[in-house]
């Protein structure tokens, strides 16, 4: 028993468990949900039901038996690699795409601190320039897939997806700045501890609240990173039927899908931390005798329960708006979000030093 | 040659340039889908073809069927009108003599191959006794085997249904000697 508490003790399997813990019980299944409820939601929204056939006997589960079915699917289909492609590329490009969507998760508190114990992977000083980072990254998967599978079609939307997420990534730190100025830091437990407190006792210091501006231009360049609709010019389903993996099959693909999605709950996750609090409950201050327990509790429900709204948000925005062509993401991007960005970053300066 | 050229009005300004305002009322409408078609399966126009079947009108021309008298006999007098009508030559009928003088004539074999058939209708509008119809209703024919779409005498025939007129039943109508017996098939469909 003592030395199971000293072996849980050590940082190192903290660290393990941590990582095991968000990635397994939480990113991945609700990713993996996603892929279900993209399809049954915008079933919902265009008047059909949605996929419910797959079953085990007479068990459908209300379709939920379609990831199990599409899983297989794609574990036991044959992966091709075609004719003239650069094999090395062509195999790690999925991994690029899926490593910079759930890294994002290595910084994100989902509950708030116990005394030393922190609800985060890893709490690192840079805080979000660390997100921009790996975002960054999340470019060579798109582009390493569309140069290496010796297809027009992926070539196109691979230098799509290189311009059109190397110019959002601009706008991405840019809406960040007056984020920054706000509460002081890019640390992330930083900023969410500053969220914590409230106005006049009774609005929450949230980062909509304070920035609203940065919200509506991080999440659009969110939106744009992720590579969905309206941004999915990449993808193109309409012009160059699948953009940059378009040779891809079987798992390979599936990993490509599973990362966009896994994307989704990070986006979701992100914006939950920065602009809505994180795992902080509002007016929660009122009641000082709660129980440790039951804080923590109502901090990971309300973190959870934030994330899902916003993906569920995120996929209504895909169904309702339609594709913006490549030209009108760019223009949208340097002509609209670049001057507003700046603007929300000079407003909030003059606002910071005038009320100092 | 001159050109005429539909204006069509864009609303131009601040409020299409922003984009949002543009963005909420789509949500606004796509989420009162989503959230009807949540809470009640109101609005979904989904017909889940296998459990539920589209109501078709009830001229639609489905699978064949002979009608019965009112004592029980089938009404048709083996005429040929309907084989003789018929564009796709998927009826063959042979006629036998009846016992009973007033019934003369009576199918000893209706076949229809329902493989042919175009369900053009001809056969029903050349019947003179009315005595074939294709008003079951029957959408999908679908079964493993081409004879099971070789639908014969009794399977076409109406379900016996007794009242005090009926002089005749299923045992009655007889079988020619070298009737083949009813084809089954993969639905098991009982014999109309």
């Given amino acids: 028993m003592q030395l199971v508490l000293e072996f849980l003790a050590l940082s190192f399997v903290q660290d393990v468990l941590k990582i095991l813990f968000i990635l397994l019980l939480f990113a991945m299944p609700l990713g993996t949900f996603m892929t279900l409820m993209e399809r049954k939601w915008s079933a919902a929204v265009q008047d059909r039901i949605g996929p419910n056939r797959a079953n085990i006997g007479s068990y459908r589960g209300r379709g939920l ?8 699917k794609s574990i036991f289909k044959e992966d091709l690699i075609p004719r003239g492609a650069d094999k090395f590329l062509y195999t790690i490009a999925p991994f690029f795409s899926f490593m910079s969507a759930v890294a994002v998760f290595a910084i994100i508190p989902i509950a708030g601190p116990i005394g030393d114990f922190k609800f985060q992977v890893t709490d690192v000083q840079p805080g979000l320039l660390f997100i921009f980072a790996i975002t960054s990254l ?8 569309g140069a290496s599978s010796n297809s027009k079609f992926a070539l196109f939307g691979g230098t799509r997806a290189s311009a059109q997420m190397i110019s959002y990534e601009v706008f991405l730190g840019l809406s960040l700045m007056g984020l920054f100025m706000v509460y002081g830091s890019t640390q992330v437990s930083i900023i969410v501890e500053g969220q914590g407190e409230h106005w006049f006792g009774l609005i929450p210091k949230w980062g909509v609240f304070t920035q609203p501006l940065g919200f509506v231009v991080f999440f659009t360049a969110l939106i744009a990173e992720t590579k ?3 941004f999915d ?4 389903e309409s012009e160059i039927v699948a953009g940059y993996f378009v040779e891809y099959s079987g798992m390979r693909w599936s990993s490509f899908m599973l990362a966009e999605y896994i994307a989704i709950v990070g986006v979701a996750a992100l914006i939950t931390t920065l602009f809505f609090g994180g795992y902080q409950v509002p007016w929660l201050y009122h009641w000082e005798s709660a129980p440790q327990w039951l804080v923590t509790l109502l901090q ?5 329960s934030f994330t899902f709204i916003l993906c569920w948000f995120q996929i209504q925005i895909r169904w309702t708006v339609p594709k913006f062509r490549f030209d009108q993401t760019m223009a949208l991007g340097w002509k609209k979000l670049l ?5 929300n970053t000079v407003v909030t300066a003059i606002i910071i030093v005038a009320l100092a | 040659m001159k050109f005429k050229v539909k204006k069509v009005d864009r609303s131009e300004g601040l409020k299409e340039a922003l984009y949002i305002p543009g963005i909420a009322v789509g949500l606004k409408h796509t989420m009162r889908h989503f959230f009807r078609n949540i809470i009640s399966k109101k609005d979904v126009v ?3 073809y296998p459990e539920e079947e589209r109501p078709v009108s009830r001229r639609w021309r489905g699978r064949h069927r002979l009608t019965r008298r009112d004592d029980g006999f089938l009404k048709c007098v083996a005429c040929y009108m309907c084989e003789t009508v018929c564009p796709a030559k998927c009826i063959h009928i042979e006629a036998g003599e009846h016992p009973d003088f007033s019934v003369e004539k009576y199918p000893v074999s209706f076949d229809i191959d329902e493989l042919r058939c175009v369900f053009c209708g001809l056969c029903v509008e050349a019947c003179p006794k009315q005595a074939i119809r294709m008003d079951t209703g029957v959408i999908g024919m679908a079964y493993h085997s081409r004879e099971s779409f070789n639908f014969t005498r009794d399977l076409l025939r109406d379900a016996y249904t007794p009242n005090e007129k009926t002089k005749y039943t299923d045992a ?7 009737q083949q017996s009813a084809l089954p098939n993969s639905h098991g469909i009982p014999a109309l």
């Fill in chain 1, 339 to 343: 001057p507003v960005a700046l603007l």
């Fill in chain 1, 300 to 304: 990971f429900g309300k973190f959870t």
């Fill in chain 2, 172 to 178: 009655d109508l007889p079988k020619p000697p070298d």
């Fill in chain 1, 65 to 72: 038996l379609h990831i199990a079915a599409d899983a297989l």
């Fill in chain 2, 46 to 48: 989904t017909i889940q």
């Fill in chain 1, 138 to 145: 999340g470019v060579y998967g798109a582009v390493l897939a």
């Fill in chain 1, 233 to 236: 010019a990449p993808e193109g």
């Fill in chain 1, 228 to 230: 969905r609709a309206p």
